[in-house]
Nanobody, 123 residues
Framework: QVQLVESGGGLVQAGDSLRLSCAAS????????MGWFRQAPGKEREIVAA????????YYADSVKGRFTISRENAKNTLYLQMNSLKPEDTAVYYC????????????????WGQGTQVTVSS
């Protein structure tokens, strides 16, 4: 069973940068595809970025492409999301997720979820 814990959220101003981390535990986490999702109040959870277990394949939502970078350090069982040029519309709870598939950009593929970390961007 994979367990995930996010960290790094906080309050920032528009244009600032923030890096989220996700610590994964469990023997299968190293070969799992992983992703970042976010959910704003009253909105559906949406995918932000995804990465294959090797890091060779990545996906970004159009809204964050060019601003966010997903990466992973398997030796430390850690997933990252570097967020640059943050906008107020990026405000949401950000969730780390893992899929038993090697790579997936669809919500339904993800079986394991963290509890989320709040990111708030003020104008």
């Amino acid at each position: 069973q994979v367990q995930l814990v996010e960290s790094g959220g906080g309050l920032v101003q528009a244009g600032d940068s923030l890096r989220l981390s996700c610590a994964a535990s469990g023997r299968t986490s190293g070969r799992s595809g992983m992703g970042w999702f976010r959910q704003a109040p009253g909105k559906e959870r949406e995918i932000v970025a995804a990465i294959s277990w090797t890091g060779s394949s990545t996906y970004y939502a159009d809204s964050v492409k060019g601003r966010f970078t997903i990466s992973r350090e398997n030796a430390k069982n850690t997933l990252y999301l570097q967020m640059n040029s943050l906008k107020p519309e990026d405000t949401a709870v950000y969730y780390c997720a893992a899929t038993p598939w090697g790579y997936c950009s669809n919500y339904g593929c993800y079986d394991f979820w963290g509890q989320g970390t709040q990111v708030t961007v003020s104008s």
